[in-house]
């Protein structure tokens, strides 16, 4: 798609960080497009789908266990998505048992039937680069979430160099801000 017959119907931005994390694409005006763009000196490492399970789930704050009705088509290391902000961004699926999901992260507000989506998490391997200042359009297709990392998230173990604490070493941001375009 030529990027001046881009025609943008929301913005919004996200920060991408060293674990994923998930935002569901808006749908006010219908796009068929996200145009992404990295700003700032970091890459980050996109990834459009669709949930893979939307359910329902019911927790208790400060608990990592998650009820659900059905678990499938769950996986370990799946982003969970709560609209109500029940669940923290960048939590994945780390046990299934039963009906019972594990969490890496702790649920912050209880929940009783809550809408939950379970999405296909990010890294390098199966994503695509968004590089600073070199804008990327993505058909939206039947895609209703985009998950994204910092490019230096998305490397397994990456931390930077020896010995730096985590986000002060130089040249190595961990964090990429990337500015989202939905339209047509």
């Given at each position: 798609?030529?990027?001046?017959?881009?025609?943008d119907?929301?913005?919004?931005?996200?920060?991408?960080?060293?674990?994923?994390?998930?935002?569901?694409i808006?749908?006010?005006?219908t796009?068929?497009?996200?145009l992404i763009?990295?700003?700032g000196?970091?890459p980050?490492i996109?990834?459009?789908?669709?949930?893979?399970?939307?359910t329902?789930?019911?927790?208790?704050?400060?608990?990592k266990?998650?009820?659900?009705?059905?678990?499938?088509?769950v996986v370990?290391?799946?982003?969970v998505?709560t609209?109500?902000?029940?669940?923290p961004?960048?939590?994945?699926?780390?046990a299934?048992?039963?009906?019972?999901?594990?969490?890496?992260?702790?649920i912050?507000v209880?929940?009783?039937?809550a809408?939950?989506?379970f999405v296909?998490?990010?890294?390098n391997a199966?994503?695509?680069a968004?590089?600073?200042?070199?804008p990327?359009?993505?058909a939206i297709?039947t895609?209703?979430?985009?998950?994204?990392?910092?490019?230096?998230?998305?490397?397994?173990?990456?931390?930077?160099p020896?010995?730096?604490p985590?986000?002060?070493?130089?040249?190595y941001?961990?964090q990429?801000v990337?500015?989202?375009?939905a339209?047509?």
């Amino acid at each position: 798609m030529p990027l001046n017959t881009f025609t943008d119907l929301e913005n919004f931005q996200l920060t991408a960080v060293q674990y994923a994390q998930c935002a569901p694409i808006p749908s006010a005006g219908t796009p068929s497009t996200l145009l992404i763009t990295a700003v700032g000196g970091q890459p980050a490492i996109v990834l459009l789908s669709a949930a893979v399970l939307a359910t329902t789930g019911t927790g208790t704050a400060g608990s990592k266990t998650l009820g659900v009705p059905s678990t499938a088509g769950v996986v370990l290391g799946q982003l969970v998505y709560t609209p109500g902000g029940q669940i923290p961004a960048g939590t994945a699926v780390t046990a299934i048992n039963g009906l019972v999901l594990t969490l890496s992260q702790a649920i912050t507000v209880s929940m009783a039937g809550a809408g939950v989506f379970f999405v296909l998490s990010v890294s390098n391997a199966t994503g695509i680069a968004v590089t600073p200042q070199m804008p990327v359009a993505l058909a939206i297709g039947t895609s209703q979430f985009i998950s994204y990392i910092s490019f230096n998230g998305g490397t397994p173990g990456y931390s930077g160099p020896p010995g730096s604490p985590l986000g002060s070493y130089p040249g190595y941001p961990i964090q990429a801000v990337l500015n989202v375009a939905a339209g047509t």
